[in-house]
């Protein structure tokens, strides 16, 4: 890809896939043969070799604005014992890109695109018309990541029907500002399965990532397999209708909302009233009047927490005030689904990395107890989003399912 990726450390935003997680990568395909196969932004081409071990007689395309790439990719196929490759330097999300390949040729495509935003340019509604996908062009060209772009234009050179597998960022799969992606996605063609893979996989980063693994074919509304890897290997999959899919399609979500979960409740379903707190991080330390913040969970008693306030002025918009009764939780915070509690006593300010919760007198110890049960620690986290400090959305916890204690 060009220069014009924002992304610190590697100037192209790239983070390079473990053997073994290519390994596991190529086992998600369905097609046990395939005739020519498509490395789009190929790297050092983990990918790539991954492929040629297990479709030996395909021919690969390599793509990559990476000078260097092809070297590297070349001795790895050659311990794949793997001759039948070609390698382009090319701007990857060239509009022309298709005219430099040959046209529409691939019966298989793997990818793992950069963790980057890019600049809009003129040629990427061309790219995205002629991947069937032009009702992205409506979005703010900020929700157009280099993912999207990067399967759209694998779409315009894969032959119908053709299998396709991208490594994608955790907000493609979870995040409620790309639910109009999911949902173009799986209206544009057949998603089959979705794994979610462990933190760390690749070099240089603790991002979440998924595979995405479907076929160039319109969606019809079929349900989606989405399971995760672990030591154990690939998880059984739970299989999630369509319309559920366009809400998230991240595994560790559903894992909490099923089995024993399914006789719990949620807050939504009891009445609960989140307020998110008022002050920046700037404002909290200028502030002269107690502020709680996540760092202010720090007493032994979950359910008898006393805040150092009184005669605090009353909530409004811009100053949320939290009093006994309230339970509060971290929003932003590595550790967030630890940091839970009951106010018995006092009143405090509270920053915008706090949630305050205020549900009916009788459910309260339920919701608590069930937050801090294995379950709902499960269910916190498998809720949250986020590399490092994890964050955890208002309308998730919402729907979030509580087992009943």
Same mark, same amino acid.
């Given at each position: 890809m060009r220069q014009d990726l924002e992304l610190r450390g590697d100037p192209l935003g790239r983070f390079y896939t473990d053997p073994a997680i290519g390994q596991v990568f190529v086992s998600l395909f369905d097609r046990r043969q395939a005739?020519?196969?498509?490395?789009?932004?190929?790297?050092?081409?983990?990918?790539?070799? &991954?492929? /040629?071990?297990?479709?030996?007689?395909?021919?690969?395309?390599?793509?990559?604005? *990476?000078?260097?790439?092809? @070297?590297? %990719?070349?001795?790895?196929? &050659?311990? /794949?014992?793997?001759?039948?490759?070609?390698?382009?330097?090319?701007?990857?999300? *060239?509009?022309?890109?298709? @005219?430099? %390949?040959?046209?529409?040729?691939?019966?298989?495509a793997v990818c793992n695109p950069p963790y980057a935003r890019i600049k809009w340019r003129d040629g990427f509604s061309r790219i995205l018309a002629e991947a069937g996908m032009e009702g992205l062009q409506t979005l703010p060209t900020p929700a157009l990541s280099s993912d999207i772009m990067f399967i759209a234009q694998i779409l315009r050179l894969a032959e119908p029907g053709a299998e396709v597998g991208v490594i994608v960022p955790d907000g493609l799969v979870s995040a409620r500002r790309h639910r109009a992606v999911r949902q173009a996605l799986l209206e544009r063609v057949r998603v089959m399965r979705v794994v979610q893979l462990p933190r760390r996989s690749f070099r240089g980063t603790e991002a979440q990532a998924h595979v995405i693994v479907f076929r160039n074919e319109r969606g019809r509304?079929?349900?989606?397999?989405?399971?995760?890897?672990?030591?154990?290997?690939?998880?059984?999959?739970?299989?999630?209708?369509?319309?559920?899919?366009?809400?998230?399609?991240?595994?560790?979500?559903y894992q909490s909302v099923t089995g024993t979960l399914r006789k719990g409740f949620s807050l939504r379903g009891i009445g609960a009233e989140i307020t998110r707190g008022s002050l920046s991080s700037a404002q909290a330390r200028a502030c002269r009047e107690p502020v709680f913040h996540t760092s202010s969970f720090n007493q032994p008693s979950t359910f008898d927490y006393r805040l150092n306030g009184a005669g605090v002025a009353s909530d409004r918009p811009g100053r949320r005030i939290a009093g006994p009764g309230d339970i509060l939780l971290a929003r932003v915070d590595r550790n967030l689904h630890r940091k839970i509690c009951v106010v018995s006593q006092g009143q405090a300010i509270l920053s915008d990395c706090i949630y305050r919760i205020r549900v009916p007198a009788n459910w309260r110890d339920a919701v608590v107890r069930g937050f801090l049960s294995d379950a709902g620690q499960a269910a916190l986290i498998g809720a949250t989003r986020g590399v490092g400090a994890r964050m955890l959305s208002k309308e998730d916890l919402l729907a979030l399912e509580i087992e009943t204690p």
């Open positions: 005739n020519s196969i498509l490395d789009l932004g190929s790297g050092g081409g983990s990918l790539t070799v &991954a492929a /040629a071990r297990r479709w030996t007689d395909a021919r690969i395309q390599t793509v990559d604005v *990476d000078l260097g790439a092809e @070297e590297h %990719i070349r001795t790895g196929m &050659a311990s /794949a014992g793997h001759v039948h490759h070609d390698h382009l330097v090319a701007d990857v999300l *060239d509009e022309n890109l298709p @005219e430099m %390949i040959g046209g529409p040729r691939f019966d298989l509304g079929e349900p989606v397999e989405i399971s995760r890897l672990d030591a154990d290997g690939v998880s059984s999959p739970i299989v999630v209708g369509n319309e559920d899919a366009r809400i998230r399609m991240n595994h560790g979500y």
